[in-house]
């Protein structure tokens, strides 16, 4: 199933039920007073962050929810049931706009429940205007239509660990080796086309969609996955031996990143050069000296090298729970 991380919603409360008319019966009496009941009230919908970053693709083909209508009134005054609410799950991480008045929510809390819409009140029975004047009232009233709205919802990831770096950086290889997340795998530009997640020790690592310079102004696979990184709380910066130019690489994504949210430079990062595989055992220290000059926590490691693998992966399991 295809990653989803935006989608527009038209959410309905439920409406309201009617009010109704109904007359006592007693004995030696035709009509011993009114007893029409209440509407019951329509259910209200809310907005619950589950666990699950590919909930959106669920609701792909579901442009429409409604909650359940209340029912009418009934005789003896009784009231109608209320409707049901509804519950959308939608993933942590997300932020809800309603594009009526542009507010805007942020999930940021496994099993935060919010309130988007209110049910519709129910009508009034007969036997609510009963008076002294007005003895065998006729009147009811209907049950109001519930809050309706289109919602604009949007992921942003909430992750451990974000891989970034440009295209080609062996990013999704790095995450297949560290978490089997299974990630599709070229050796072309932009295989990633939509980030991908996997779990290493209880932290969760994703892999974010190759960047290029241009990006935050819409090139290349443009901003739409560099909001991923403005959520995730550790950056793993990745660079290829194929790049002759460590630095100006380096630089591309670290520049996209600031244009796009100056907040990003300053979260933790470490540098990692991928593809040790495609140069000699002797060249590696060169390559480590050439990364510590744009990174201090720089590392070298291959995903056809078990050793330079393991140390990695320890080293970062490491760094991930001192934060």
């Not at 693709?57 to 005054?77: D, N, V």
């Not at 990831?157 to 070229?186: F, Q, R, W, Y």
Request: hydrophobic share 35%; net charge positive.
């Amino acid at each position: 199933m295809a990653f989803v991380d935006e989608i527009t919603l038209h959410l309905k409360a439920g409406r309201g039920g009617d009010g109704v008319v109904r007359w006592r019966h007693e004995k030696h009496k035709e009509l011993a007073g009114p007893s029409g009941g209440n509407g019951g009230k329509g259910g209200d919908v809310y907005a619950k962050a589950v666990r699950d970053f590919g909930i959106l693709a669920r609701y792909r083909h579901l442009k429409f929810l409604e909650a359940k209508g209340g029912a009418p009134g009934e005789r003896q005054s009784r009231k109608g049931r209320d409707g049901e609410n509804l519950t959308v799950g939608l993933p942590l991480g997300a932020v809800i706009t309603d594009k009526r008045t542009g507010y805007s929510h942020e999930l940021l809390t496994e099993d935060e429940k919010i309130l988007l819409l209110r049910g519709g009140k129910g009508g009034l029975g007969n036997e609510h205007f009963k008076s002294s004047r007005n003895v065998r009232p006729t009147e009811r009233t209907l049950g109001r239509e519930g809050e309706e709205a289109d919602f604009y919802i949007e992921l942003r990831l909430i992750v451990d660990a974000g891989l970034t770096g440009l295209p080609n950086a062996g990013k999704s290889s790095l995450l297949n080796a560290l978490t089997n997340a299974g990630a599709k795998v070229g050796n072309y530009a932009f295989t990633t086309l939509e980030p991908n997640l996997g779990d290493l020790y209880g932290f969760t690592i994703a892999d974010i969609p190759g960047l290029i310079e241009g990006a935050s102004r819409g090139r290349g696979l443009g901003h739409k996955f560099l909001r991923h990184v403005r959520r995730t709380k550790f950056l793993v910066h990745c660079l290829s031996v194929e790049n002759n130019d460590l630095e100006k690489a380096y630089k591309v994504v670290r520049n996209e990143m600031g244009a796009y949210d100056a907040g990003l430079a300053q979260k933790p990062e470490i540098l990692v050069i991928t593809k040790a595989d495609l140069i000699s055992e002797k060249e590696i220290p060169e390559y480590l000296k050439r990364a510590e000059k744009l990174n201090k926590k720089s590392f070298i490691v291959s995903v056809n090298d078990q050793k330079l693998l393991k140390e990695f992966s320890e080293k970062l399991v490491k760094i991930l729970r001192s934060l």
